[in-house]
């Protein structure tokens, strides 16, 4: 996982895909996520990482299970709801 600018958040230190090879957050184009949203499915900080991505309006990579399209689709939903 990239360390944000401001340096690493607290529940990052739980995060599963500290684990793991990060390349499986960040699948190129036609490549699919699921491996990486299949690990999120598991990891106990998914909603922190998740508020965290969307917050910051993170345009790449699986985040909180999410991929960018999902995570847009979330935020839409939401505005709709709201
Ligand atoms: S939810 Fe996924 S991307 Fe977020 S910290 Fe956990 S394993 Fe990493």
């Given at each position: 996982m990239p360390a944000p600018i401001d340096g690493p958040a607290d529940w990052e230190a739980d995060a599963i895909c500290r684990e793991v090879d990060p390349e499986l957050w960040f699948p190129?184009?036609?490549?699919?996520?699921?491996?990486?949203?299949?690990?999120?499915?598991?990891?106990?900080?998914?909603?922190?990482?998740?508020?965290?991505?969307?917050?910051?309006?993170?345009?790449?990579?699986?985040?909180?299970?999410?991929?960018t399209r999902q995570r847009d689709r979330l935020v839409a939903e939401r505005r709709r709801t709201a």
């Open positions: 190129d184009k036609g490549e699919h996520s699921k491996t990486a949203a299949a690990l999120c499915a598991h990891c106990p900080v998914d909603g922190e990482c998740l508020d965290a991505a969307l917050a910051r309006d993170e345009r790449y990579g699986v985040w909180g299970g999410l991929t």
